[in-house]
């Protein structure tokens, strides 16, 4: 504990005497105060809106779409990029299509999405979907196809079947591929999750910090932004204790 | 009919036109309950022939058959046995669980049967107190027990080892080979064994055929005719086996110089 507090101690200091700068830089007339309010301020805006349940119902909209979009996305690229790994037909098949789509910013179709799907959830689930899916896809297919031919043949002359090994084998050993996919995709998901709410409909995180920009209330603005920032935060947190738990054996493992 | 028949065996690796001829119409049997070693020099196609031996992996030419059956696919009971221990067994799995996967998704097999199963070969291969561990927390030759229990636990009736033991200390392998030898003699198993130590191969095996240099084809297969049961020391001391070693080795010798 102790030397946990150690390691944190210094990137506390910078962040508070970043945040004490600011608040000077305002103070002293450096930075327009209609721009840029004092940290303190936004602070006391952050406690309005916790004190008076302001917050919950925004964020658990946002961190809904981004929870379901997430489960969605990365569970569909999963199964293909195992399959995509394990059958070279089926790597062939997709891998071109893969490769072109993977470039585009998946922020840029939105506007299409919301032509097809409207400008509520369906839309936006599926934005973060599209988003989350191809780093996980990636990842999982360069884990599926590095395992070990050692672990699979083992795995094959024990009587295994092609599904039993993709579950069994195949999944596992490329697991430590695909949670560094999940952490990447976790990042460009709720970025997904923050456009789709700023470009169309009411609700979420998104549309508050647009709407509070819209409407000159800057410390509110500023205020849903730390919560996001948070949110993240804590969302990488959550990812790297989970990624410890499932990988347990990963590095060890890989020191003999 | 043998156990396991291997018909003018042949094949090559790389593209066509700049293709090198691993195997050269290998032709090998080994009886039911028999111990066959087979031994050559390094990069001579041992591996390839064991892998084509469990149908992992497919011979160009020739036929390989099994209790008269043709082998396309891996068939069960018939269990390959890496001498990269670390590499096949699961990480992720506990020792125990490590055994219990080849019995998985058996017919027939409910889980606490799996389990009483698997710690009764644990124990056999003098694991027992292991069984929670991981396998990268044990030493090699540990690693190599869970691996020979696993395969057990197949019900493997013939097994393919591919060099099992060159990996471990002096010690270790003469603990495991004893091991090997009592599971041979007492679960009436059929073996397959490839190795490049000449020593092994006569201290363990009924036949030792010796294979040439690439391309390999057999140059000879030898009766070992020692005495069972055999003793890790004094066998090693019999005029017949120093005899067995001397000529086995000067061959191999003589042909990695001729081609060095």
């Keep these: 504990m102790r030397r946990w507090l150690a390691q944190l101690a210094p990137g506390v200091v910078v962040l508070a005497l970043l945040l004490w700068g600011i608040e000077e830089a305002v103070n002293y007339g450096l930075v327009k105060r209609s721009l840029m309010p004092a940290p303190s301020d936004i602070g006391l805006v952050l406690w309005d809106l916790f004190a008076d349940g302001e917050v919950a119902g925004p964020l658990s909209e946002t961190l809904a779409r981004l929870g379901i979009g997430f489960a969605i996305g990365a569970a569909l690229a999963i199964v293909m990029g195992l399959a995509m790994g394990y059958w070279p037909r089926l790597y062939a098949l ?42 996980v896809l990636i990842n999982t297919v360069q884990g599926a196809r590095g395992v ?52 169309a409909g009411t609700g ?35 990812l790297v204790v989970a990624e410890q738990r499932i990988l347990f054996w990963y590095r060890t493992a890989q020191r003999t | 009919m043998a156990l396991l028949e291997l018909n003018q065996v042949g094949k090559a690796f790389g593209s066509e036109g700049t293709e090198t001829m691993a195997l050269d119409g290998i032709d090998l049997s080994l009886e039911q309950g028999g111990f066959l070693a087979v031994v050559g020099p390094s990069g001579c196609g041992k591996s390839t022939l064991l892998q084509i031996a469990a149908g992992l992996m497919r011979a160009d030419r020739g036929t390989v058959k099994l209790s008269g059956e043709p082998v396309t696919s891996p068939p069960p009971h018939v269990v390959y046995v890496f001498q990269q221990y670390s590499k096949s067994l699961f990480p992720w799995r506990t020792v125990l669980a490590n055994v219990e996967f080849a019995l998985e998704g058996r017919s027939g097999i409910g889980r606490t049967e799996r389990r009483d199963r698997s710690r009764s070969l644990l124990e056999l291969v003098d694991l027992q107190d292991f069984a929670g561990h991981y396998p990268w927390q044990l030493s090699g030759g540990m690693q190599q027990r869970v691996a020979i229990a696993r395969a057990l636990a197949a019900d493997a009736r013939l097994l393919l080892m591919d060099e099992p033991f060159s990996a471990l200390d002096a010690l270790t392998r003469l603990d495991l080979q004893k091991l090997l030898l009592d599971l041979w003699a007492t679960r009436n198993l059929s073996i397959l064994f490839v190795t490049h130590d000449v020593d092994e191969a006569v201290y363990l095996a009924d036949w030792v055929a010796v294979l040439t240099h690439r391309p390999a084809r057999v140059h000879e297969i030898i009766d070992v005719a020692l005495p069972r049961p055999r003793d890790p020391i004094t066998t090693r001391e019999q005029d017949r086996f120093l005899k067995l070693r001397h000529d086995l080795l000067s061959q191999l010798m003589k042909r990695k110089n001729s081609h060095a």
């Design chain 1, 204 to 238: 979420g995180i998104g549309f508050l910090i647009i709407d509070m920009q819209r409407a000159f209330r800057i410390r509110q603005m500023y205020a849903w932004i730390v919560i996001l920032a948070v949110v993240g935060y804590l969302l990488n947190v959550l």
């Design chain 1, 148 to 199: 070990d031919p050692v672990l699979i043949n083992t795995a094959r002359t024990l009587g295994v079947g092609s599904f039993s090994l993709l579950r069994k084998v195949i999944l596992p050993a490329s697991a430590p591929f695909i949670c560094a996919g999940i952490r990447l995709s976790i990042a460009l998901g709720l970025i997904l999750a923050v456009i789709s709410e700023m470009i």
């Design chain 1, 94 to 135: 997709f891998e071109p299509l893969v490769e072109l789509l993977r470039p585009i910013p998946k922020a840029a179709l939105v506007p299409p999405l919301v032509l097809f799907l409207g400008v509520d959830n369906a839309m936006k689930i599926t934005s973060v979907a599209l988003a989350v899916f191809f780093p």
